[in-house]
Every structure is written in C-alpha cells, then in structure tokens.
C-alpha cells in the first residue's frame, strides 16, 4: 500500500533562518508530489506542484523554493524564514490517472519567532 | 477554474444522517466532483468523488444532480468523529491536476 512521511512534525525556527522540509512517498512510481500551506485560520494554499523528477512548477511567489531530487521524494526550502511563513505545511501525493483523490500527509506545523 | 459554493457550518444530531449540499454551476463537462474533510489539527481526507453517476463508499455517498450543477454528499449516521471541516473541489482532469480548496463547510455533530 501506498504511504506519505512527511517530517518533522512540528518545528520552530527564528527569523531569518533557513528551513527545509522533507516528504516521501512510498509504494509508488511516478506520482504527482504537491505543497499547500494552511495559515492560522485560513484556507489550504497550494504553493507548488511536481509532475516529475526536477520539475517543479510554483502557484504562489514567496520566500519559498521546492525540489524533486528524486522520484518520491519532495522538499520545501527557504533561505530566510519571515514572520509570515508560519503555517500549517501539508504534502500529497496523486496517481497521474487519479483514481482514489489526493493522499495527504500528516503535515508539518511551522512556528516562526 | 469552475467554483463551487457551500453552507459555512451545518449542525447534526450523531447517529442522524447528514447532507452537505454543494452548488457548482459552471461545471464543465470534464470536472470530477471531489470531497474531502480536515479533522481538526490534522491534513484533509479524501472522502469520495464522481462524474456523473452516484457514488458509494464506506466513509459516504456522493449524490450528483442530473444536470451536474450539483451534488450532495451524504453521511448515512453522523458521529461525533465526523465533525470536520468537509470541501467539494471541482478537480479537472491533466497532466497536473491541482486541488484548489475553498472555505467549505465546518459540520458540528452533537450528542
């Protein structure tokens, strides 16, 4: 069966510092790896897409970069944490055919002082 | 992108059944209709989706209108483990199809 890690759970880092967060996803090939964010209070943002290895497409600009170094597996960077960067950060994964929806990850909640 | 447009909160009785209307108008004729739910704290679910036929699985069924400008989801027996926040997500079919997600609809079960 398929299966998305994402870590670390929680995290709090000051401003102006670096940030990377990692998601895998195991049991499958291929997939459609994806970035949202979730500010206090608010909605789910999508912040990048990757249909395959090294391609990221970005749906929102901001401090924030992505990677795909490797088939399953999906990063979220910053060079420079702000304030606003504070966030609930959620993962997920699709087949390309989409047969059973979008496979969240347990997400990660980013406190930035 | 097609909208769709929900009740902000709906309030259920547990063990009563539950009907969570959404309207999308615009729909084109290559539109999944998708729900998923966020528990608190937690990442969303998927829950069901359809085309144009109703859809049943063990968490719910997906009811579509005929002219597919609608659909309700229905939980046959509400529990208090239910009470989320429940989207419907028009979710168009492509190479990199992107689930874009509203304000939905925030179910509060009580005893």
């Known amino acids: 069966s398929q299966t998305i890690h994402q870590w670390p759970a929680t995290l709090v880092q000051p401003v102006g510092s670096p940030l990377s967060l990692e998601c895998t996803v195991e049991?499958?090939?291929?997939?459609?790896l994806y970035w949202y964010r979730q500010a206090a209070g608010r909605g789910l943002q999508l912040l990048f897409y990757?249909?395959?290895?090294?391609?990221i497409s970005s749906e929102v600009p901001q401090n924030l970069s992505a990677s795909r170094p490797q088939d399953r597996q999906f990063i979220l960077s910053s060079k420079k944490l702000l304030l606003s960067d504070s966030g609930f950060y959620l993962c997920?994964?699709?087949?390309?055919?989409?047969?059973?929806?979008?496979?969240f990850g347990s997400g990660t909640r980013l406190t930035v002082v | 992108d097609a909208k769709t447009t929900q009740p902000n909160s709906m309030e259920s009785n547990e063990e009563e059944p539950v009907h969570l209307p959404c309207n999308h108008s615009?729909?084109?004729?290559?539109?999944?209709i998708h729900w998923y739910r966020q528990l608190p704290s937690q990442g969303p679910e998927y829950v069901i989706h359809?085309?144009?036929s109703n859809v049943n699985n063990r968490m719910a069924s997906l009811a579509i209108a005929e002219d597919r400008k609608s659909s309700t989801l229905i939980l046959h027996r509400a529990t208090l483990r239910d009470a989320a926040v429940y989207y419907c997500?028009?979710?168009?079919?492509?190479?990199?199809?992107?689930?874009?997600f509203g304000t939905g609809t925030r179910l509060q079960v009580t005893l």
């Open positions: 997920a994964w699709t087949h390309k055919v989409i047969r059973y929806g979008y496979t």
């Open positions: 049991g499958t090939s291929n997939p459609n």
């Open positions: 990757s249909v395959g290895i090294g391609q």
């Open positions: 615009t729909i084109s004729g290559t539109d999944y």
């Open positions: 359809g085309l144009t």
């Open positions: 997500i028009l979710l168009s079919i492509g190479t990199a199809s992107k689930l874009t």
